[in-house]
């Protein structure tokens, strides 16, 4: 048995107004500074208001959020009784917000989380996500990702119970995106597309969303990046990273996200331009060992219309068209190009294989890496030589 889940969803212009028709009394926003400053949690606020719905804001999400701001934020549920918990930002706001729905709905704590635990989190209160950026596409999964400060170290959680109720897709709420978090998020949904289209948990009912999102994210991207006013490249960012997110959240994501996650840990990179870095040279990794993936890589190529002819060569040239739009929308094409010196690299290396060896990531692909192999795909990222073996 397979499963496909979406929230249901409000896109596009005024959709916040979706906000007035919900029924209940306590809302808890859970947010970040930043956009409380932008203005964004006063458009909330007023549908919220119309819709006699009192509501209270914690902004105390940081990037990479960890398990003490998830505690802090159920504390404060705890206290304010919430029947809505909205989490509006990017990733780190929206998963924040379904740890701290459980945590408050089990009174648990978010290590505790168990994915095969059935919590009944709907009887104490609902989940609605609201991105500010166009990339992780957590409106639209169960997926959670907090940090273990203490170890270093990305913990993936969530339960089919985490997928948000509803999902709000707005364009005035990525409007003012800064074009260096437009391309890095923006790389998180191509990669989650990918990914998600050649994952071996992957299904009929991914495929279509998936396929359509990579479409979108190369025709849009280097728009939205060059002129953030460009409404509709921003509209068409907003969508495809929430099909994106159905796509791999229904599926897995995979290698890209598995070694990103692990610089993530240890260098503290931001997570879309991590992931979207290791992505050709895990795709180059796929494609040498891998008919399927190869097969599936030039599918995508094709209805892209980057390239037509055999599967090896409209592979090979996904994958170079992947570097082109990373380059375009100010990517670093490798991790030299980054501020990671060699050499703490290369000592953290122990460290950054064993994160990977152990996301769930890894294997769910067509070709799974041992150690040794994924130790030569961070070598090859860092130096920026293509996976050759
Ligand atoms: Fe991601």
Redesign the pocket.
């Known amino acids: 048995m397979q499963f496909f889940g979406v929230p249901f969803t409000a896109f596009g212009d005024d959709s916040l107004q979706y906000l007035n028709t919900i029924l209940g009394k306590r809302a808890l926003i859970v947010t970040d500074k930043n956009i409380v400053k932008l203005g964004l949690i006063g458009l909330i606020g007023a549908e919220l208001k119309q819709a006699n719905i009192d509501y209270m804001v914690f902004d105390e999400v940081e990037p990479d959020p960890s398990i003490q701001t998830v505690m802090k934020s159920t504390a404060i549920a705890k206290d304010y009784k919430p029947d809505w918990i909205i989490g509006v930002g990017g990733g780190s706001s929206m998963d924040t917000s379904k740890s701290t729905l459980v945590c408050y709905a089990a009174n648990i704590t978010p290590l505790d989380m168990s994915p095969s635990d059935f919590y009944n989190l709907r009887a104490t209160a609902k989940l609605i996500c609201i991105p500010t950026t166009s990339g992780?596409g957590s409106e639209a999964t169960w997926a959670i990702v907090l940090t273990d400060t203490e170890n270093e170290r990305k913990v993936g959680l969530g339960s089919y119970e985490t997928l948000p109720d509803i999902a709000i897709l707005d364009p005035r709420m990525v409007m003012s995106m800064p074009p260096q978090i437009t391309g890095d998020t923006g790389m998180?949904a191509l990669?989650?597309a990918i990914e998600g289209y050649v994952a071996t948990w992957r299904s009929i009912f991914t495929d279509g969303p998936g396929l359509v999102a990579i479409k979108v994210v190369f025709e849009n991207l280097k728009k939205a990046f060059d002129n953030g006013k460009d409404e509709d490249a921003r509209k068409m960012m907003m969508y495809a990273a929430s099909m994106a997110g159905t796509s791999f959240g229904n599926g897995m994501?995979g290698l890209g996200?598995s070694t990103g996650h692990a610089i993530g840990g240890l260098f503290h990179m931001p997570?879309?331009r991590a992931?979207g870095l290791y992505l050709p040279y895990t795709m180059e990794y796929m494609v040498n060992g891998s008919e399927e993936a190869k097969a599936r890589y030039a599918v995508i190529a094709r209805f892209c219309n980057i390239a037509q002819g055999d599967d090896k060569s409209c592979a090979l040239k996904l994958i170079a068209a992947v570097r082109d739009l990373a380059k375009n929308v100010g990517q670093p094409l490798a991790v030299k190009d980054t501020n990671i010196k060699r050499d703490a690299y290369m000592k953290a290396m122990p460290g950054l294989v064993d994160r990977a060896v152990n996301e769930a990531m890894t294997i769910a692909v067509t070709r799974v890496p041992d150690a040794e192999e994924l130790e030569k795909m961070f070598v090859c990222a860092y130096d920026g030589k293509p996976c050759d073996f």
Request: overall charge negative.
């Open positions: 992780t998180d990669c989650h994501a996200h997570h879309g992931v």
